[in-house]
């Protein structure tokens, strides 16, 4: 397949979509602007990739030069920069560092952090920007599927752990990865974190989010479960805390908000969608196992 001309194409697509919105006709916009969005990520797909790290970050260096010719703004480039020295020191960005960008809808203006002023370049209102977000798992569930599946999925890690001898459980799989034993210490430390926030952001207004309780859990072996079963059981009884927290406050309390780190301000839906769709994706590494 040949994706040469498809800036090309891309372009003429979105420039019809803004006519055809202006016209009210939103789901003829809508598909040219899904076309717009696969056509740029096919193209990113099938494209060589820098194979190593050392390669990502003197790439992320080289297209600085060609954004400068595009006017991306300056500090877009130079938090970009500063995410490639992170990375090459092997270290995360810090949200002061890299905030959310937003991008106008209309005319493609990008700045780095919330806008409070109309787009200097076509004044669209600041409220109807494009906000990136990390992750699109912070977004993915609202509190009622959050609800329903964080009460689901623990079901799926049960069958792993069932009739199953402790050898069998720490046992590595052929074709490389975990043994049954890690995804379920794994999932122990993820609900272990994600139990933590969650009441500290119902106890405290705007509170720092670090990962602490469960470094001071790692600290304490005496506390350290021993068997697989064992952890999960950790993993359950965890769990069954954090939905009862969660079905005793009031919905609006699912808005309160908390400090991240890396991530900035975040919302305890926004951290719960976070933990639970972040334990889905473990699904395919149960089905992989119990086959
Ligand atoms: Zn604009």
Redesign the pocket.
Known sequence: MNYTDWTDIATRLNALALPLEDEGQYNTAKLLRAITESLARRAAYAAEKPADKNSIVAELARLDSDLARLEVNADVRAALQNGAASFAQGKLTRFRDIPNPYV?R????LVLDEPKEN?P????RPETFIKFMPNYWFDALDPFEAMTTMKQTPARFAELVENRTEQELERLPENGGWAIRNVIMHLRDAQGVLAFRVNLIVEQENPPLESLAVYAWADKPQEKPETTRDIFDAYMNSRRETIHTLENIPLKDWWRTGQHQEFGQVTLRQQVSYFISHEITHLPQVDALLA
């Open positions: 106008c209309t005319c493609g203006h787009c370049t076509c004044g669209a």
